[in-house]
């Protein structure tokens, strides 16, 4: 089962990666170009925020399954960089990161003025997504 999860949180972290860069960068283009907020806007959005909410939830089951997550959480693992990134950097960077994009999210949709929704969104949706580009274990994926 661990195996099994830890594969695919390895794999939706591609799509959401994919997801998240192409919402951050519509809505940079959106708000430097002064587009209109479509429905197809909203949409793009609200994929990235779907991503990023799925693979924080597989993330969760997997850091409290894990040998690596909460079960390793010590004063020694915090001397070690690789287990720190584990039990502590990864997690609370990817939850920062998601909850930045929920925020760019929420923001954007209440916005009034359209340059503006596509300002918040392209604002929030980077921040979280250099966030979470800053703790990804790329020793793993590379």
Known sequence: MYIILKN???YLAIILLLVVIAAAIYSIYGWTKDKNFSDTSKKILLAGLIAAHLQLVIGFVIYFISPLGISNFSKEVMGNSIGRLYALEH???MLVGIILITIGYSKS????NET???R???IFYTIGLLLILSRI???VWI
């Open 137 to 139: 274990p790329w020793h």
């Open 8 to 10: 695919l949180h390895s």
């Open 91 to 93: 997690p609370l960077m």
């Open 109 to 112: 949709k209440r916005a009034k």
């Open 120 to 122: 918040l969104a392209g």
């Open 116 to 118: 503006t929704k596509f």
